[in-house]
C-alpha cells in the first residue's frame, strides 16, 4: 500500500488503464498509487505527497483539466502528465502530454526524465 510519500499517482476512471500503468510502473520499481476521478485524487494528495502524476484528461464529473487546476493549488511543484486520446491540447506550457493509447516505453521513458528532474 501507497504510504505518505509516494512516487506516482495515477488518475483515470478506467481501472484497466490505472492497472496496466501501476503494473508497468512498479517493474520499474516505482511506488504507485491510484485515484479514480478527480475528487479521489485531489482528497490523496491532501493526505500523500507525490513526485509525480499522470492525468487523464476525460473523465467523467471533474475532468482532468478541472482536476490539474485544483491540484496546482494544492502543490504547485508537482510535476503532471496529461494522458489524452485526443491529441495536442492547448495547455500551459509547463504540463506534459501522452497521448493514448500510448506504449509503455515511451511511459516509462516520460516517467524517468520527470523522476530524474
Same mark, same amino acid.
Given at each position: 500500500?501507497?504510504?505518505?510519500?509516494?512516487? !506516482? =499517482?495515477?488518475?483515470?476512471?478506467?481501472? $484497466?488503464?490505472?492497472? *496496466?500503468?501501476?503494473?508497468?510502473? /512498479?517493474?520499474?520499481?516505482? +511506488?504507485?498509487?491510484?485515484?479514480?476521478?478527480?475528487?479521489?485524487?485531489?482528497?490523496?494528495?491532501?493526505?500523500?505527497?507525490?513526485?509525480? !502524476? =499522470?492525468?487523464?484528461?476525460?473523465?467523467? $464529473?471533474?475532468?482532468? *483539466?478541472?482536476?490539474?487546476?485544483? /491540484?496546482?493549488?494544492?502543490? +504547485?511543484?508537482?510535476?503532471?502528465?496529461?494522458?489524452?486520446?485526443?491529441?495536442?491540447?492547448?495547455?500551459?506550457?509547463?504540463?506534459?502530454? !501522452?497521448?493514448?493509447?500510448?506504449?509503455?516505453?515511451?511511459?516509462?521513458? *516520460?516517467?524517468?526524465?520527470?523522476?530524474?528532474?
Amino acid at each position: 500500500m501507497p504510504g505518505p510519500n509516494c512516487d !506516482i =499517482l495515477v488518475i483515470d476512471d478506467q481501472a $484497466g488503464v490505472r492497472w *496496466l500503468i501501476r503494473e508497468a510502473l /512498479i517493474d520499474e520499481g516505482y +511506488s504507485v498509487d491510484q485515484a479514480a476521478n478527480g475528487y479521489e485524487a485531489l482528497a490523496k494528495l491532501g493526505e500523500n505527497k507525490y513526485r509525480l !502524476i =499522470l492525468l487523464d484528461v476525460k473523465m467523467p $464529473g471533474m475532468n482532468g *483539466l478541472e482536476t490539474l487546476q485544483a /491540484i496546482k493549488k494544492v502543490d +504547485s511543484q508537482v510535476p503532471v502528465v496529461m494522458m489524452t486520446a485526443y491529441g495536442e491540447l492547448d495547455m500551459e506550457e509547463t504540463v506534459q502530454q !501522452i497521448t493514448k493509447p500510448f506504449d509503455l516505453n515511451e511511459l516509462r521513458k *516520460l516517467v524517468r526524465e520527470n523522476l530524474r528532474a
